[in-house]
């Protein structure tokens, strides 16, 4: 399968943990997402990757969150000191450089985080 | 700032009528309109997307939209629904990043 790929595909985590998610795009792909999703919600833009570079993050992520792509393959999000709060579907997403052509993403099947 | 709304929570069809999702905009600059599909427990997948050009745009699974500048919709349709097309469906923008801002969602449930 040469799909993007993520893992865990569930999380259960105790309040104050930390934890960390994995991302492999599909292998050509130069941009990254992260999104998020909580229930009844479309997803939430969180931040993204060209390449290496993170050049975009949303007010969502907090300073709990880090988001690297060290070497412009996999990605990983981490959250630091969990809170309930944070449960949440997060996906991620690659597509090619698009620029104005609006290329479309393609999605993992995302890491459900149940914080207890 | 730029915004996809979904008006409707759920829309409901009997199998092998013609099936409407409705989608409205309001975005600044180029509207790159996109619908995915979200099966339980499966990611988003996409449908199709409006860049330029035809109005009406023709995607996976018989699936097509119609871009409206005008009423600035964007609503996906299907002339014969099957039961295997219930799901999540999910309307977006897509800006030069192709960093998507999506609606809230609408489940379609269609009845056999």
């Known amino acids: 399968d040469t799909g993007v790929s993520q893992n865990p595909r569930h999380k259960i985590t105790k309040r104050g943990q930390n934890v960390t998610f994995r991302c492999d795009p599909i292998s050509e792909h130069n941009r990254l997402y992260w999104y998020r999703q909580t229930l009844g919600q479309g997803p939430e833009f969180l931040t993204y990757f060209q390449n290496e570079a993170q050049l975009e993050k949303s007010r969502l992520l907090s300073d709990r969150f880090s988001a690297e792509r060290p070497k412009g393959s996999f990605s990983t999000l981490e959250i630091q000191r969990t809170e309930q709060g944070d449960s949440a579907m997060y996906l991620c997403?690659?597509?090619?450089?698009?620029?104005?052509?609006?290329?479309?993403?393609?999605f993992g099947q995302g890491t459900r985080l149940t914080v207890v | 700032a730029q915004s996809v709304a979904q008006p409707e929570d759920q829309v409901n069809v009997a199998e092998g009528n013609p099936l409407t999702v409705k989608c409205t905009y309001s975005v600044s600059g180029n509207p790159y309109l996109f619908w995915y599909v979200q099966y339980p427990n499966r990611g988003l997948q996409f449908l199709l997307k409006?860049?330029?050009?035809?109005?009406l745009v023709k995607g996976s699974y018989g699936f097509e939209a119609e871009f409206n500048k005008s009423q600035t919709s964007f609503h996906l349709k299907k002339p014969s629904a099957l039961v295997s097309d219930s799901a999540l469906y999910f309307c977006?923008?897509?800006?030069?990043?192709?960093?998507?801002?999506f609606g809230t969602g609408t489940l379609l449930a269609v009845q056999p």
């Open positions: 997403a690659s597509s090619t450089l698009g620029g104005w052509t609006g290329t479309e993403a393609f």
């Open positions: 977006a923008w897509g800006g030069a990043t192709n960093k998507l801002i």
């Open positions: 409006y860049i330029t050009g035809d109005n």
